[in-house]
Nanobody
């Protein structure tokens, strides 16, 4: 099983990016999927998660109202739409999958991880 993130890059503050996480090697349709990030010199932190049904979502307070997580079962892909980006959103963003269908923020319970994609927001 493999998760591959894409869509990162350099953007000015106030701009938008859409990250994608393509899953392969198994079907993740019954898995909860999450996005996490690690900023330089900081611990990894939870960003957003979505349940197997594609309806139940959960966000960190720091991104609520700006980021939207979604999934496309047919494409086995999860997305993170990021709007109104701030310099403090600069980080490596990781996609993760959990065998539990319920979304949550505990990174230690996620079973599969991608290698990450860099997001840099300039002021």
């Amino acid at each position: 099983a493999q998760l591959v993130e894409s869509g990162g890059g350099l953007v000015q503050a106030g701009g938008s990016l859409r990250l994608s996480c393509a899953a392969s090697g198994r079907a993740f349709s019954n898995y909860a999927m999450g996005w996490f990030r690690r900023a330089p010199g900081k611990e990894r932190e939870f960003v957003a998660a979505i349940g197997w049904n594609g309806i139940t979502t959960y966000y960190a307070d720091s991104v609520k109202g700006r980021f939207t997580i979604s999934r496309d079962h047919a494409k086995n892909t999860v997305y993170l739409q990021m709007n109104s980006l701030k310099p403090e959103d600069t980080a490596i963003y990781y996609c993760a999958a959990d065998r539990s269908p319920i979304p949550h923020s505990n990174s230690y319970e996620y079973d599969y991880w991608g290698l990450g994609t860099q997001v840099t927001v300039s002021s």
